[in-house]
Structure formats: C-alpha cells, structure tokens
C-alpha cells in the first residue's frame, strides 16, 4: 500500500480520548472521518473539517488508517470484525483502546485473519494531554507499516516510545503503568481523608510535598481536583474499574500478587456504587 505523508485517517470512537485525537489528526493536515455509536459526538467535530459519518463501515470505506478508541476489548472486536472484511490487504490498524491482556490477543488474531497492519498501541495520558497533542504513544507491531503508522503518533503525542515488534507487549505495559496512577491517585485520597479525619487540614499535606521528592504534576492536578471538590473528569470513575479490573486480572493471569491493586479496585468500585461513575478517578476521595 502507497501512503503519503498525510493519509486519510478513520477513527473509529470520538469519547475523551477520541475526539480530541481526531481534531489534532485534522489540525496537522490529514484527512480525517470519524464514527462514534453515539452519531452527536462524531457531528461536533464538523467545525473541525472532519467528516462525520453514521455507518462505521463507510467510515473506514478507502481509508488508509483505521484509528480505534473505544472503551473496552469486546467493542474494539465487534467493531472490527464488522468492517475489516470490506478493508483492503496491508490496511494499517492502530489500536488505541486500553484492553488488557485477552482482549489483545484476539485482537491480534482478528487483524492477522484480515491480513491487517497491525499496532497495538495505547496512550498514556489522559483528556488534557489528549487535547494538547502531549500523549505518550506506547506502540508494539512489525517494522513493516511504521512508516505509515509514525505521523499519526507523532500528530497526537510528544512522544512514541517503540516497546515491541510483538504487539501485544504495549498493552501489558499500559496495565503496569495504569497500576501506578491508580496507586498515586488513592493514596492522595486516603491522605487527604486521613489528614482531615483527624482534624488537620488536608491542604497542608499538599503544603508540606510542594516542591519536595515526592511532588509531581500528576500530585498537584489530583490534589487540587480533591480540595476543590472539582471531578471534571479526565478520566473516569467507570473507565478506572474497568482497567483497574484488568490489571487485577493480569496479575491473577501472570501469578503476581497485586494487594494494592485489589485494594483500589475495591475503592473505585464504592466510588462507581455512589454514583460517581462519570467522574474523574480522584473522585476516589469520595469512596
């Protein structure tokens, strides 16, 4: 497959994620179509030059980049296994989505059926990253196809970090580095809990890291979403059990014992049961 240097470019699910990487495709010069299952979401990208469509299928009708940013594994695949028999051999698939493990590997064997390029590739970062074009791309597949796969990774992050030509390794270790955040995010919640329980005031924890080793910018975002009671989300309550459940169930997979991870998915879980689901994850100060 020929590819210039701006192909066109489907992307298939425009959410939090996915509408701000489709304006920023459209900012840097390619031709963008854009499908989401809730059609209003793919409209309000009008303003943005890219073409809206209806029917996933025309969608990706002669595209020469299929972008996939949907929630989860199982809509990735039903997506998928709907249009891929319409595309053409060598069609490059960047794959987006946080999946996990299993729903990876079927998504490898899906492309490999269709005789995809395929990249598992998912991002690190979250809505405002996503807007400001500052995403980390953590991108596994063969070494055929980069060149095709390179200017869209680079119109949407500061950076793409080539974890693998075995796609599959860039999703095991977005569940490592999802474990993470979520372990920064409850542990400010339960010190900022703890600090107002027993009758201190919880800005003076954010007071004391200012500036000191354990600060960082991902600690002063979080903090001042907690003390500001402020959860516009950047990434939710419900997107956060559901990766969380998928880093439980790696570990479970690979014989890791995870009691953090358990811990937290528990805490966002009785987030997610108080109604807190379309909330941002520091909402775990609320559980």
Known sequence: MT?????TVAVLGTGLMGAPIARNLSRKGFTVRAWNRTPAKAQALASDGILALDDPADAVRGADVIVTVLNDGPNVHALMEAVAPSLPLGTVWLQLSTVGVEAIAALVALAARHGLNFYDAPVQG???????????VLASGPLDGRAAAQPVFDAIGKRTLWVSDQAGTSSRLKLALNNWAFALTHGLAES????EGLGVDPALVVDVVT???????FFQIKAAAMLADDYTTSF??????KDAKLVVDAAAQAGVQLDGAQAGLRRFERALAG???HADMAASYLA
Do not use: F, W
């Open 126 to 136: 979250t809505r405002q990253p996503a807007e400001q074009g500052q995403l980390v």
């Open 275 to 277: 109604g807190h689901g």
């Open 3 to 7: 590819v210039d240097k701006h192909p």
């Open 236 to 241: 939710s309550i419900a997107n956060a059990v």
């Open 211 to 217: 500036g000191g080793p354990m600060d960082s910018g």
């Open 192 to 195: 900022l809990r703890l600090a």
